[in-house]
């Protein structure tokens, strides 16, 4: 079982990134659908984060390598108290909107665009879990990078012209904000090595 414990970190962020690329496929056969799926994706990663944080013991922590390379040289992912509680927040506010999207998607997104919505919708939800479970400071910049760059996305979707020019704004301010995160990464690198 301590196998499948260890496995469940990257579980919890390659799950919702397959299903991202998925979703407009379903949108494309069923639109109507992809409200319902996003639903049980989002349920799924909230079930296994709430099922991690329960049977961790008091200060256990679940490492994945990927790849099974170490750290530095690969990704690490780490499950500990406070990304258990960060993870669960997350999913668990997700999933309450995933909820409330499944009668208000209609009002707010036009039905060809509701494919493409989910997709961001996922990709933002795998940033964000990705972000609280990575050991690796580029990682997390690159996690930062699919997050706000979804959340455009996701403000995009609705097609208005107000969406577009708040979007626009929306992306210059996550373009000045992520340089001046990869400037301090660089400047941390050349300071500690």
Not at 23 to 36: D, F, H, N, Q, R
Not at 171 to 180: Q, T
Request: hydrophobic share 60%; charged share 10%; net charge negative.
């Amino acid at each position: 079982m301590a196998k499948l414990d260890s496995n469940l970190p990257v579980f919890m962020v390659l799950f919702p990134l397959i299903c991202a690329f998925l979703t407009p496929i379903l949108g494309y056969l069923k639109k109507e659908a992809c409200s319902w799926f996003a639903l049980v994706v989002v349920g799924i990663v909230f079930a296994t984060a709430s099922y991690l944080a329960v049977s961790m013991a008091p200060g256990q922590s679940f490492a994945f390598h990927i790849g099974h390379w170490e750290a530095p040289w690969g990704i690490e992912l780490i499950f500990d108290s406070l990304s258990a509680l960060m993870v669960l927040t997350i999913t668990a506010f997700s999933f309450l909107i995933a909820i409330y999207s499944l009668k208000t998607i209609r009002m707010e997104v036009p039905l060809e665009k509701t494919g493409w919505y989910y997709t961001a919708y996922l990709l933002l939800l795998t940033g964000m879990i990705g972000l609280m479970l990575t050991n690796d400071i580029f990682n997390m910049y690159v996690m930062i990078e699919i997050t706000g760059i979804c959340a455009v996305a996701l403000v995009l979707a609705r097609g208005t012209k107000e969406a577009t020019e708040a979007s626009l704004k929306y992306l210059l301010l996550a373009v000045i904000g992520s340089g001046f995160i990869l400037f301090a990464i660089g400047f941390l690198y050349s300071v500690a090595g």
